[in-house]
Every structure is written in structure tokens, then in C-alpha cells.
């Protein structure tokens, strides 16, 4: 069985990522079909992989194919408009094998490349510019381009010859052409944000609301469009397979995303430090400002793991008494004994909350073991992170709503709280302190009953309970999936 893989785009590493990881995993020798690439913001995860980009990646000069093949069919980027046949000179591949020694690219490497006609649409004489200034553009404000990502991504065409793709996709990946006779399973992360919920992700003045609004308009006729293409959609949570059902009149299977539980694991020589978690990237509507505002006032020791746009801001925002000097300032051998202690200590200073913008997995898991419980105040379409700190074994206090409602058992695996404001968010941190330092039970004694103080939110029960995310079981589901639906495409 011949399989492809589809992406939406790949300039970050994030859930959607670890998703698309386990994909090749499960399908090693299968292209990436993706709109652009960056091998430095995907920390390297994929440079191994056949990766096949669109116009939109500027890593070719192919402006004479994309004006032929708009000439020639250029219609089918537009739902709205008659069918007909686009030209695949578009779709361009990056074999990235054996290319680096080192893990990141150079910003100006150019390699004029003179490759034979293939099946996927490569032509003859191509220059390939890898990391060229047009290319950093588009991937540190791709935002500018969802306008044409639509078009990237109807002009781009799976091989004929495969017999399943599958794609991981919040929106334009559903999009990209798959052969008659293709099975074509999507995994939705989310139905396209920008179409639906734009509101969330782009803080306007009125007038720019207005000028945008026939683009938001086309997106949701576009996106409508597209979901119906697959023959299959799976959700990664009841969330957003509710939302599908909204937006695509369409039933979706829920499979989880995947953690890898194996890795991400209860360490008992980590003792509990005093701080509180939160990891994610820094953007507006993960609402690490909530967090910083609520332990403002809670003055709690808090640490935020990311990086993003909104770090310079949030900084300035976290103004409470610091635990201990900036982390990123303590020596390497300090750093090891901080981590080892799970970053506890005693409060000094001027203030409790601390940043940390890189990190690896290992210094992630050993954090996540140390903290008191992970913050997650955010609507997210499922929730990774949050995941990953229960499979460590660390309670999470979440928003009560989208994926923090399906991880989360209240008062067992950690806290849930109604409305996303800084209030309910301090009461849920209050209401978590006072049950993991005052819980107790009563047991039979001679006289009566004697009362035992006990864990309420105990690691192995929370740590049973992230199971049900593992990687292992995601596997399987998606095999069985992919298989389910090539049979029942056989049988008919």
C-alpha cells in the first residue's frame, strides 16, 4: 500500500507536529506534501523526509509554471468557479536527504539544481534557493499569505499512483488534489480557524475588520468546500468533531492526538518544587496573560515555557517577587541541580515569574514532573501539553471548555474551572491548594475513625489516566482507520 502525507504547513513545531511525527512513523517512506517548509523552525524533526512544497515555500523560481498552470486551470482554486484540470508544474519536492551535517540550514545557501522531469510536476533546470530572504518571509509572517494559501493549495496534486493519503490538517491540507481513484483520510485538528472563528486570532481595528471581511467570507465557502472532499474525517477530540458536524454537516471518528508516554513518564527521584507550569507559544489567544495577571495577584512562583510574539509583552506584564534569578543566567552545572530539584526553592527578589524560550524534551519532562500542577486557561481544539503533564503525573487546572474538558477529571486529575477570567482562574488555583494540602480521609479505628491526611490528586491515578492518550494507541487506530476505509473503498 502506497501512502502520502499531507501538512498544512511546517515553520513551527508544535501538537500539530507530534501529530504528523507519528504519521511517518507509521508510513517512513511517505512524501510530506506541505504548502512551505523551514528545517530550523521544525527543529530538524522532518529534514530527513521527501518534503514537496508549493509555490508559497520561495525556495523555487517557478513563476513561468505558476502563471501557465493559473492560465490553464487555475479556476480550481476556486470552489465557486467551473472544475477543470490545473497543471501540476507547481508542486515543487525538497529532497532534504543527506543534505546537512549540521542540524540547521544556512540563512543564503543557494543550490542550482539540473534534475530530470518526475512524476510529481519537477522540471528540468529549476534553481532551488534554500533560505533565501523571500522563503524567511513567508515563514515568519505566513499570516500575510492565508489569502493564498487556498490557491497553494488547489494547485498542488498528490501523485496519481498512491492509494491512501492521509493528512494532518487544521484547514488548507484538506485542499491540496488527490487522484480518482485515492483514498483520502483526513485528520482535523480543527476546521480552518481563519474562516470560522477569525475573530480569535486577529485583534483589528474596525476598519480593518471590515475591509478583511469578503476574504473571511471566501475562506468559509472555501473550507466548506474542501471538507467535504475526503472520503474519511477523523477529529482529534469530541470537540472538535462537534464542531465538524457544525461547519461540514459531516460525522467525524475521534481519535486523540498522540503522546508519547514512554518518554513523557512519572520520575521519582523528581521531588515537587513550589512553582506552577504553563508551556505553549506565545501568542494572544493562548492567554498566558490571564495566567500572569491571575499569579500577579496570587504571588505564586510561576514558569512559562515558549516563545513567541507576544514574549516581549508578556514579560513586561509578569511584575510579582521573583523566585530566583533569570534561569537562562544561571551557570550549566546550577541549571542540572535546579532541574534535578524540580526548579523549587525559596522566594527572593523582585519577582515569581520566570521564562524559559528554549528547551529540551528531557529538561521539559523533569519540569513538568517538578511543578505543583500545569496551567491551561486556554480554549484549545484538544491540549498536548496538558496531556504531557498528566502523563508525568502533575495535575492540570484547566479551562472548562474545548480539549481541557476531555483530559481533565475534576478534583480527581486536577481542577476545572468555568469562565476564562482572572478570578475564576485564582479560585481554581485556591481551590487546588487547599485539596492537595488539606485532603483527608477517615478510617476504621478502634474508637471510632481516626482521619489521615492524604494526596488528593495522586501521580499514578493521573498518570493511568493520560494512558488513554498514548502513542501506541493512536497507532493503532489510525491503521485501523486507513485500513477500514481502503476495504470499504474495494468492496464498492
Sequence with gaps: MRVAIIHDYLNQYGGAERVLEAFCELFPDAPIYTLFYDEEKTLGRFKDKDIRTSFLDMNWIATSHLSEALREGGSQAFPIAKQSRILDKVGTRNDRKGELDSRFRGNDREIASAQTSRNDGMEAGIVEKKGGIFHKFVINNHRLFIPLMPIAASLMKVDDDYDVVLSSSAGFGKGMRVGKNTIHISYCHT???????????????????????????????????????PQKLIANSKYISEKIKKYYKREAEVIYPPVDTEKFCVKPKVKKGDYFLAVGRLIHYKKFDLIIRAFNKLNLPLLIIGNGPELENLKQLAKSPRLRPDFANVSPGKQGSLLRQGYGGQAGGQSKIEFLTSITDEQL?????????????????????????????TPVIALNQGGGREIVEDGKTGILFNNQNVDDLIMAVKRFTLLNNFAFREIPARAGFNRVKIKQFDQKLIRESALRFSKNKFKKAILKAVYEARNASSRT
Excluded at 211 to 228: E, M, T
Excluded at 368 to 373: F, L, P, T, V
Aim: with cysteine; net charge positive.
Design 365 to 393: 519532562i523533569l519540569l513538568y514532573n517538578g511543578a505543583q500542577a500545569f496551567i491551561f486557561p486556554q480554549v484549545e481544539d484538544f491540549g498536548l501539553v496538558a496531556a504531557e503533564a498528566q502523563a508525568c503525573g
Design 191 to 229: 476546521p480552518l480557524r481563519y474562516a470560522w472563528e477569525h475573530y480569535k486570532y486577529f485583534n483589528w481595528q474596525t476598519y480593518l475588520k471590515i475591509l478583511s471581511a469578503p476574504a473571511f467570507w471566501y475562506l468559509r465557502i472555501w473550507d466548506k468546500w474542501v471538507g467535504r472532499k
